[in-house]
Structure formats: C-alpha cells, structure tokens
C-alpha cells in the first residue's frame, strides 16, 4: 500500500471464490461514488475475473446490465483493470474473459470483453508461498485442463501452438508434484508461468476449441458449490472417453508426445493417455470419480437444467455434446 501513498485508494473486499453478479453490483455502486480511474484487482483468478466484470459494470448505463453483458454488448469505454496475481491458475490476469455467478438466477457463466484485458499484471511467485496443497494442486489442474480445452480438438495446420501446449503440460505434469512437495521457488515460477501461458490467448489462436467440460464444470460449482478445479478433474476424463473416436488422433498424439506412451496404436494410445491423465489429476489430491466428493451427490438433471437456462445446449469443438451426451458423460462419472 505505501507504493500508493499518493493516491486515493477505496478498497472493496469480500469478493466470493466464484465471485457473485450480486457483489459485483455493490462494488460497482461504490466505485461510482468515488469517481474511482482504475481498477486494481489483488488475489487470484476470482478477484480479477470480478475486477474485469466490475470495469465494465461501471460504465454501464442499466445498473442490471447482465442479459446486455451475456449477450456481448458491453459500454465503449470501461474502468481499466491492472492486477496483482497472489494465486495462479485461470490466466484471469491476461485474457479478457470473466467467470461469473449469479445468486438470483442460479447461473454461472463466461463473459469476454477484449475491452477488460488487464492493462499491467504483476506476478511474484513469492506470494504463492502461502497457498495451501489443495489451492496449490487446484491451480496445476486447471491450468492443466485449459491447455487440454485447446488442444485435445479437431487436428489442424497449427503445429506451433500444438507444440507449445506440449511444452506447457509436460511443465505442469513435471512441476506441479514438485509444487505440492516442496513448494520451491523453482516451482512456483514454472506453474505461475505455465499457468499464465495456458489461457492468454496464444495457443487457442487458430485452433478449434472445446470448452465443455468447463461449462459442466461450471454448472456443478454453481450447483453444490465444489472447487472450479475439483469439478474439470471429476468431468475431463469420463468426456475424453466419451469422445475418444472424434478426439481419437490428437488423443493419441498428446498420449506419445506428452506422456511418452509408447503404443502404436492410436485407440490404445489415446486410452492410455486419458488414464495417465486421470492418474495425475489423483496425484494432484483432486477427484476424479463421484464417489470422491461424497457425502455431494451430482445430479446430471440438474447439470442438464443449468446448461439450459444458460443458452449452452451445444457443447464442444463440433458442437455436438446436448442434454443426451451430458447425461451419459456424468454416468460414467460415478
């Protein structure tokens, strides 16, 4: 704080670890009182995704701007948002999406304003020092599984950016044990790095991408309130198999070129690729069956009902996963 003595500084705490629509609209009425230019958002990915969400909500004409921000319309000009990273995990602090819920509408959703790209991020691994093994194994996760949303699609013509997530999870899966071992300096570096890298935008570009276990995943912490991570390492695997036959050559790809699975034939690679996948998640302390975050029953109905009232009935990089699909993906699940 004394970095800002010369400023006027208003602070606004309290944000929720999936940030609430509802807070945000407090936060928003306060920054208008105080004519506050800029926004600096100190936490992890919650506190800077409400931070990006707030930037806009500001500058809103309608004090109720959700089903106008939903929808892509967001004000011309907005708040600028700077960020000082304390957690690493979602990449919040250089792309321009924001994950928010609402209370009142039962509704967890992405929102992507180019206009809420942070204008300055500050990342110090040294501040990960106090994370504890279940944020820590949390942040490799999901960072792990926004790499995998990109890549593990339809093959294309970008072998730079397939390269690169390559890098990026052969770092997770090296570093990330290390991280929850002993918490080094050389550690945190590679996963707060790592973690950046998996969702600024680079390996997405001109890529198909998939996203639908993410969107699962949202609808089952806005539901029983679990982990967003918890939830992308309960979904992933059982949608991998789920969709093995379309996914089946980048599966067997990422299984040899990732984790040095040896099999020459692309099914039995692309299956072993998923296990090892699975495996890491549970070396990771994550779940990855139901019965792991029992006494929590998930209901797929419900799973079904929350992608419904969220428009999001056409899932993945064909957009072939629906109400049907989903049902049997959380079965295997169990």
């Known amino acids: 704080m004394a970095t800002l003595d010369s400023c006027e500084v208003t602070e606004f705490g309290g944000i929720e670890v999936n940030p609430h629509y509802e807070t945000v609209l407090k936060a928003a009425g306060l920054a208008r009182e105080v004519a506050s230019d800029i926004i600096l958002a100190v936490g992890g990915g919650s506190v800077i995704d409400a931070a990006k969400f707030l930037g806009s909500a500001i500058a809103a004409e309608n004090s109720d701007p959700w089903d106008e921000f939903a929808a892509g319309r967001y004000p011309e000009k907005i708040v600028p948002v700077g960020c000082v990273l304390t957690l690493p995990a979602t990449g919040s602090e250089s792309n321009a999406v924001s994950v928010i819920s609402s ?143 379309s996914k089946q050559e980048m599966l067997a790809r990422y299984a040899r070129n990732v984790w040095n699975v040896q099999a020459d034939d ?14 890491f998640f549970r070396r990771m302390g994550l779940p990855v069956k ?36 989903v049902r049997e993906i959380m079965a295997a699940v169990t």
């Open 103 to 245: 209370v009142t509408r039962d509704l967890k959703i992405p929102f992507a304003n180019e206009a809420a790209r942070p204008v300055f991020a500050i990342m110090d691994p040294s501040t990960m020092a106090s994370l504890d093994r279940r944020q820590l194994g949390n942040a490799v996760v999901d960072a792990f599984t926004h790499v995998v949303e990109q890549y593990l699609t339809l093959p294309g013509n970008t072998p730079v950016q397939y390269g690169y997530s390559e890098v990026l999870l052969r770092t997770l899966i090296e570093w990330g044990p290390k991280l929850l071992k002993e918490n080094s300096p050389d550690a945190r570096e590679n996963v707060m790095w790592a973690a950046n890298q998996a969702l600024n935008g680079l390996i997405g570009m001109g890529v198909r991408q998939d996203w639908s276990t993410h969107m699962i995943g949202h609808a089952i912490t806005a539901l029983y309130g679990i982990d967003h991570a918890r939830t992308l390492s309960l979904v992933m695997p059982s949608l991998l198999r789920f969709k093995i036959r």
């Open 266 to 279: 692309d099914r039995i690679a692309a299956e072993q690729g998923i296990a090892a996948t699975e495996d």
């Open 290 to 325: 139901s019965s792991d975050v029992a006494p929590t029953k998930i209901s797929a109905d419900d799973i079904v009902a929350h992608l419904e009232r969220a428009g999001q009935v056409q899932l993945g990089e064909m957009a072939d996963i629906s109400a049907k699909e």
